[in-house]
């Protein structure tokens, strides 16, 4: 396909539009880029670094309408209007995934799932970077896909793919590819069927052959009733908390995983040795230890790598629990989408959510239903709290304002109960009161530790 087509239109002007816009002004396409929104001031520098053409606050029809290809944010469904115009011109449509993926000859490491998938991502890139492999981490955690190809020289890449990046793909294919887990989420893009949501996480098997993996969590009920109807052709390697697995991982007594593909490159981790704690992270670990031995990383690689790990500072950091409410930093979270993660991950939890700052632009319609599930109180930190209230006043009952980190941190205690989580997730920019990103999760720590 890629070598009949001369006029590229991106669609969205996020981490994921701006990335694929720059691998294709590299690679010498006619490049345009189109957003409806306005387009914030750090993706604005990269088109201009390139050269890009681009327009924000409209669509051109007739120059969109004009393309040999269109590239799609993952956040723009296929019933907005401009993509059902697209589609009705058969103007064919992928997405950035994708248009990565014809660039680059690494090995491609795709993890998905409704949960754990980014805790998953995270360590199995810790893992094969410690295993000396000339390995890069994208999707949706750092630089998008697109981008990285465009700019830098790996090996392999572990990918933390949503159902919506998988949605428009044609001939991506990942050599491993691992399904946490399915549960209904997203269902508004899948016209509230769970079954076309199921899918399109199945979707992460797309393209495999004999010669590739699949690793799956076999406890979960949905992906193996799905699986019984729909086997990829790729070797299937499950975990489980359960039952032996094996081929694959398994955990069923003391803590201990086993995990391999022969008897020979089998190895056993006892979990009190990681870094990592709860049922959830078992199975993050027994998906991340399968993907390296693959890959044959050595046995006394992946040990080391799972008491060394830890999540970014200021990402998802754990700080402390006190009066049994954990105090979590998630500092780094300056857009919607890291703070979906965030929400996301706390299952069964009630939430003391810490946001605000500078105001990018952000549409916060995604987070909505998290927070009226989750979300006890919201806490708006920053100069002006205006477009927070508006925003959850309809979705929170409790919301207050503060202007310092010591007054967010001492409203927070007074209004958390046991088992609650204080999370620090802004999805602003940070300078309005801090520095930077780093002083203002490092604040944080020193108010929570202060308690």
């Avoid at 009920?221 to 390697?237: D, F, G, V």
């Avoid at 319609?365 to 009226?372: F, N």
Wanted: aromatic share 8%; proline share 2%.
């Amino acid at each position: 396909m890629k070598d009949s087509i001369k006029n590229i239109v991106i669609l969205g002007a996020g981490e994921s539009g701006t990335g694929a816009a720059i691998l294709a002004q590299k690679q010498g396409y006619d490049t345009f880029l189109s957003d409806l929104n306005t387009i914030t001031d750090e993706y604005k520098i990269d088109l201009n670094k390139y050269n890009i053409s681009f327009e924000e606050g409209l669509h051109t029809e007739e120059r969109i309408l004009a393309a040999d290809l269109i590239i799609k944010s993952p956040g723009i469904p296929h019933k907005a209007p401009m993509v059902k115009k697209a589609i009705e011109k058969n103007i064919p449509i992928i997405s950035e995934i994708e248009f990565g993926s014809w660039f680059t000859n690494a090995t491609l490491i795709g993890i998905t799932g409704t949960n754990g998938k980014t805790t998953t991502t995270l360590l199995t890139y810790h893992i094969l970077r410690n295993g000396g492999l000339n390995v890069g981490m994208a999707g949706n955690i750092g630089k998008s896909f697109a981008k990285s190809v465009a700019e830098d020289s790996y090996d392999y890449y572990v990918l933390e793919l949503s159902s919506f990046q998988l949605d428009d793909l044609i001939y991506y294919k990942n050599h491993i590819a691992v399904l946490t887990n399915i549960t209904p989420d997203h269902l508004d893009r899948y016209d509230y069927k769970v079954e076309n949501y199921i899918k399109s996480k199945f979707k992460i098997t797309h393209a495999q052959g004999a010669s590739d993996y699949f690793i799956f969590c076999a406890d979960d009920e949905t992906t193996m009733q799905y699986l019984a109807a729909h086997k990829p052709a790729s070797r299937l390697l499950p975990f489980s908390v359960k039952n032996e697995t094996f081929p694959g991982a398994y955990s069923i007594e003391n803590n201990n995983i086993i995990i391999g593909l022969t008897n020979k490159n089998e190895i056993e981790i006892n979990m009190k040795d990681s870094s990592l704690r709860g049922t959830h992270n078992r199975y993050n670990t027994m998906a991340a230890g399968v993907v390296a031995r693959i890959l044959d990383v050595r046995k006394e690689v992946i040990r080391e790598s799972l008491k060394s790990f830890q999540n970014a500072e200021h990402r998802l950091e754990h700080i402390a629990r006190i009066n049994d409410v954990d105090y979590v930093n998630d500092s780094k979270a300056t857009n919607v989408n890291s703070v979906w993660y965030a929400l996301e991950s706390f299952q069964n939890r009630q939430i003391i959510w810490i946001a605000g700052g500078v105001d990018k632009g952000n549409d916060y319609d995604q987070l909505k239903p998290l927070v009226r599930e989750r979300v006890r109180a919201l806490i708006c930190l920053g100069k002006d709290n205006d477009k927070l209230h508006q925003e959850f006043g309809g979705d929170v009952k409790t919301i207050v304002d503060a202007h310092s980190m010591k007054e967010a941190i001492t409203q927070a205690a007074e209004i958390a109960q046991a088992g609650d989580v204080v999370l620090l997730s802004p999805a602003c920019a940070s300078f309005d009161l801090f520095q930077n990103f780093e002083d203002r999760g490092r604040q944080f720590k020193q108010q929570v530790l202060s308690l």
